[in-house]
């Protein structure tokens, strides 16, 4: 019984990894146009790339994108949940990160974290849904 508790503590989902995406923004800082610049402030993209597992080179080339890698699999199921939320709310009509972070009048570090986070409890919530753990006619 103790072994499957233990278990259940270290599973981390998406909605975990787009949470950490959002500390990272604010202990790093925002930047637009590369994935890191150079006071190691970071972007959206790099962010997700951060937490995934990658490491962002000198020249900002992403390490550790090979196809098959952990850090590959969680990089595309956060970049591909973020670009979701951000067209379903009408932010990027086509769901493009870098179009978002990069060219959207006014957004600033707690835009984008506040935004990482809107992602994660919306995936939360319809994982419950999904799970029927909440029904979805729940109002409350």
Aim: charged share 25%; net charge neutral; with cysteine.
């Amino acid at each position: 019984m103790m072994l499957l508790e233990a278990r259940k503590t270290q599973r981390r989902g998406v909605a975990d990894d787009l949470r950490e995406c959002a500390r990272v923004i604010r202990e790093h800082g925002w930047c637009q146009h590369v994935l890191r610049d150079s006071t190691g402030r970071l972007c959206a993209m790099g962010a997700i790339a951060i937490t995934a597992g990658m490491t962002i080179s000198a020249n900002n080339q992403l390490m550790g994108i090979e196809s098959g890698s952990t850090a590959a699999f969680r990089y595309r199921t956060m970049a591909m949940a973020l670009a979701g939320y951000l067209t379903r709310h009408g932010l990027e009509s086509a769901g493009q990160i870098p179009a978002w972070n990069d060219r959207t009048p006014g957004l600033s570090a707690d835009d984008v974290a506040a935004t990482f986070e809107k992602c994660a409890a919306e995936r939360e919530e319809s994982a419950a849904v999904a799970s029927g753990s909440r029904p979805e006619f729940y109002l409350g």
